[in-house]
């Protein structure tokens, strides 16, 4: 790829696109000033735990939405790499050179944690080594929050898992975001006056652990305050279909078959079956209540 030669690059998957990888590319940026070249991140077109574990992979970004928040980032230029079985299973020193392939840039910017080639064997060290082989300075940046503990997307996975969107959230740099298409649901909701929204959100973007949220929902262009539940609500386990309600507040409009994002602001209670319809109105509106007030 010409458009890596002499350049600064920030090599890696940047799920999530958080504070971390803006703190890696912002070094970059700096590079490219400093030395009159491009500054350019260098990632792929597919997480590669979606080719190795699929079935554990819980994304914070799709690969439509990380291309397009890389590009947002103030670099010159987003290169992407195809991942393939075949790349992947590359030594990391071929791996390397097959990469960059006498285009060279003059400065590679990476985690600490970066691993590449087969069996994710090539280390920060190894990049280091193959660098300096090649005229190439490489630098590596162990990320921790003001807490001292790392900012990686596995910790931020970890945190909207166990529901704690609010360090999540600090960590990104911005509230975690869920769009998909609203498909009709059972109707309870509105039979109980809190019409939803219902989404079917794909497992591995399903990063969120179950429970009931508040959120601010964005639709055709304007946004309201949310009550979101996430799961299937036990009450309803043997009909349920949709991964995720959402009720907006001050909203009655049919909207199915339209794409609304939802950015998630705080957790407000785990799912629960409940003993009576009155039972389940009272928490829900109370839940709504919190919305209204909170956000």
């Given at each position: 790829?010409?458009?890596?030669?002499?350049s600064?690059?920030?090599?890696?998957v940047?799920?999530?696109?958080?504070?971390?990888?803006?703190?890696i590319?912002?070094?970059?940026i700096?590079a490219a000033?400093?030395?009159?070249?491009?500054?350019?991140?260098?990632?792929?077109?597919r997480d590669?735990?979606?080719l190795?574990r699929?079935?554990?992979?819980?994304k914070?970004?799709?690969?439509?939405d990380r291309?397009?928040?890389?590009?947002?980032?103030g670099?010159?230029?987003?290169?992407?790499?195809?991942?393939?079985?075949?790349?992947?299973?590359?030594?990391?020193?071929v791996?390397l050179?097959?990469t960059?392939?006498?285009?060279?840039?003059?400065s590679?910017?990476v985690?600490?944690?970066?691993?590449?080639?087969a069996?994710?064997?090539?280390?920060?060290?190894?990049?280091?080594?193959?660098?300096?082989a090649?005229?190439?300075d490489?630098?590596g940046?162990?990320l921790?929050?003001?807490?001292g503990?790392p900012?990686?997307?596995?910790r931020?996975?970890?945190l909207?898992?166990?529901?704690?969107?609010?360090?999540?959230?600090?960590?990104?740099?911005?509230?975690?975001?869920?769009?998909?298409?609203?498909?009709?649901?059972?109707?309870?909701?509105?039979?109980?006056?809190?019409?939803?929204?219902?989404l079917?959100?794909?497992?591995?973007?399903?990063?969120?652990?179950?429970?009931?949220y508040?959120?601010w929902a964005?639709?055709?262009?304007?946004r309201?305050?949310?009550?979101?539940?996430?799961?299937?609500a036990?009450?309803?386990?043997?009909?349920?279909?949709a991964?995720m309600?959402i009720?907006?507040?001050d909203?009655?409009r049919?909207i199915?078959?339209?794409?609304?994002a939802?950015?998630?602001?705080a957790?407000?209670?785990?799912?629960m079956?409940?003993?009576?319809t009155?039972?389940l109105v009272?928490?829900v509106?109370?839940?709504?209540?919190?919305?209204?007030?909170?956000?």
């Amino acid at each position: 790829m010409d458009v890596l030669r002499h350049s600064s690059c920030a090599f890696g998957v940047f799920d999530g696109v958080h504070k971390g990888h803006c703190y890696i590319i912002g070094r970059a940026i700096a590079a490219a000033k400093e030395r009159g070249g491009r500054s350019v991140v260098l990632t792929f077109d597919r997480d590669p735990d979606e080719l190795f574990r699929p079935d554990k992979l819980k994304k914070l970004l799709s690969n439509e939405d990380r291309l397009k928040a890389l590009a947002t980032t103030g670099v010159d230029a987003v290169a992407v790499l195809r991942f393939t079985r075949d790349f992947a299973a590359l030594e990391p020193e071929v791996f390397l050179d097959s990469t960059f392939d006498r285009a060279l840039p003059a400065s590679i910017h990476v985690g600490c944690d970066f691993a590449y080639g087969a069996r994710a064997a090539g280390s920060l060290s190894d990049l280091k080594r193959w660098g300096g082989a090649h005229g190439v300075d490489v630098d590596g940046y162990d990320l921790v929050s003001e807490d001292g503990a790392p900012i990686t997307a596995t910790r931020i996975r970890g945190l909207l898992a166990t529901g704690d969107v609010a360090e999540a959230n600090e960590l990104l740099g911005r509230p975690y975001r869920v769009h998909g298409t609203v498909r009709e649901g059972r109707g309870e909701g509105r039979d109980l006056g809190f019409r939803t929204a219902n989404l079917v959100v794909s497992p591995q973007m399903r990063a969120l652990g179950d429970g009931v949220y508040a959120a601010w929902a964005e639709v055709e262009g304007a946004r309201y305050k949310a009550a979101v539940s996430v799961g299937i609500a036990p009450t309803f386990a043997d009909e349920a279909t949709a991964t995720m309600e959402i009720h907006l507040l001050d909203f009655d409009r049919n909207i199915y078959g339209q794409d609304i994002a939802v950015d998630f602001m705080a957790w407000l209670r785990p799912m629960m079956k409940f003993s009576s319809t009155e039972e389940l109105v009272s928490t829900v509106m109370g839940n709504i209540a919190w919305v209204r007030e909170n956000l």
